[in-house]
């Protein structure tokens, strides 16, 4: 294990994409532990609630824009999260151009803003950089089996883009920057019409509406506790010499998409029943993280069990779901909230 930075507290840090789901969670932490938060978000899929009660914080600012547009911070910067993607496939499909310019120029500007204050850049990048993996379970060191022209490439491809500028910039010697491949995560402020497994397999027990399995439900998936994925993140950005790998940080507990339903019926009184849909294109079959790595380098561990983490989740939805009436009909996410005219649907934009 690689020696641990201790000074956590007192420094400057950018959380891009800080409004969202695992982004609002970090500036939480971050605060906490005394640093100064710059949230940057242009809420495409974040929402201002995730952050609302951060804005009466001394040290918490939001400036609320598109990564892809130039980052006008003045002050001086130490750290920088890059967080600012959509993350489930209707969510990054919804414009898929502006996608890939996010992992792309929103990544590069981030890299400057990074280069210019000296600060460590850790860049959220994803185990689907592995595609439809053919070793299993991924390491680092597995290029990956993507398909560069399908709809999920603009996504997958995008992320292994990031990852290339993140790595190039570090061997110029431009930025300390580090990689993080996150494995499926799951928790409070996820959001009901997210369209990622575990809300919607949730949302639809607790309204008594069929679960929706995609395909045989066979195809397996590893499901990391959000309080296990921050540890991983700021193990990470704090560890020092700089890694200089990619590092995989997600839960190897492996299950079936069917076993995952059967576990949300069982832990949600439900009167639902299971109904199987086409399998999406190139939806991977096998997703597993060797978490070798992270032990060696960051002595990280998971912690939270599946039913633990699952029922801190079905407590959040159900709080939610009060206050949201059931909707019918939901294709697409919720991308009209502060959504910048540049990217309103069929407006991709090529920033
Ligand atoms: N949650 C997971 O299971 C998971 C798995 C693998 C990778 N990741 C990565 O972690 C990061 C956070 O994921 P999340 O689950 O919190 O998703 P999320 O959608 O809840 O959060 C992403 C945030 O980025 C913001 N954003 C998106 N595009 C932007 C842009 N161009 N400019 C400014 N802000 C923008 C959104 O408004 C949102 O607040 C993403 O980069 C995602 O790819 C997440």
Redesign the pocket.
């Known amino acids: 294990m690689l020696h641990e930075t201790q000074a956590f507290g007192g420094k400057t840090v950018v959380v891009?994409?800080?409004?969202?789901?695992?982004?609002s969670h970090l500036c939480d932490a971050l605060l906490a532990r005394g640093d100064r938060v710059i949230c940057?978000?242009?809420?495409?899929?974040?929402?201002p609630a995730?952050v609302l009660p951060l804005h009466n914080h001394p040290a918490f600012t939001m400036i609320e824009?598109?990564?892809?547009d130039e980052i006008a911070i003045d002050e001086k910067v130490d750290q920088i999260y890059?967080?600012?993607?959509?993350?489930?496939p209707p969510?990054y499909q919804a414009d898929p151009i502006?996608t890939m310019m996010?992992s792309v120029s929103?990544t590069g500007n981030l890299l400057r803003l990074a280069e210019r204050d000296g600060a460590s850049l850790l860049q959220?990048?994803?185990?689907?950089v592995y595609g439809d993996p053919e070793v299993h379970p991924q390491r680092e060191d597995y290029w990956g089996h993507v398909n560069c022209t399908g709809p999920r490439a603009c996504?997958d491809e995008g992320?292994r883009a990031a990852e290339a500028l993140c790595f190039d910039s570090l061997r110029a010697g431009k930025v300390d920057a580090r990689v993080v491949r996150?494995?499926?995560?799951?928790g409070p402020r996820m959001?009901p019409s997210?369209g990622?497994i575990v809300s919607n397999l949730i949302v639809q027990a607790l309204r008594n509406e069929p679960l929706t399995i995609y395909g045989s439900g066979e195809q397996t998936r590893s499901f990391?506790y959000i309080s296990d994925l921050l540890d991983g993140l700021t193990r990470l950005m704090n560890v020092q010499p700089n890694p200089g790998v990619p590092v995989n940080v997600g839960n190897p507990g492996e299950f079936t998409v069917a076993e995952l339903a059967d576990l949300v019926q069982s832990m949600v009184p439900t009167r639902s029943t299971l109904i199987h849909m086409p399998l999406p294109a190139d939806d991977p079959q096998r997703r597993r993280p060797d978490i070798t790595r992270a032990r060696q380098l960051l002595g990280w561990e998971p912690k939270i069990q599946l039913t633990e983490g699952l029922e801190h989740t079905i407590a959040w939805f159900r709080h939610i779901l009060s206050n949201h009436p059931p909707r019918r009909n939901i294709k697409r996410p919720r991308l009209d909230i502060a959504r910048p005219a540049s990217v309103a649907p069929g407006a991709s934009s090529w920033r």
């Open positions: 891009a994409g800080g409004a969202g789901f695992v982004g940057v978000d242009s809420y495409l899929t974040g929402f995730n824009q598109d990564i892809c890059n967080l600012a993607c959509p993350a489930s969510q502006h996010t929103g959220a990048s994803t185990s689907e996504y992320k996150i494995f499926n995560t799951y959001q997210d990622r990391c």
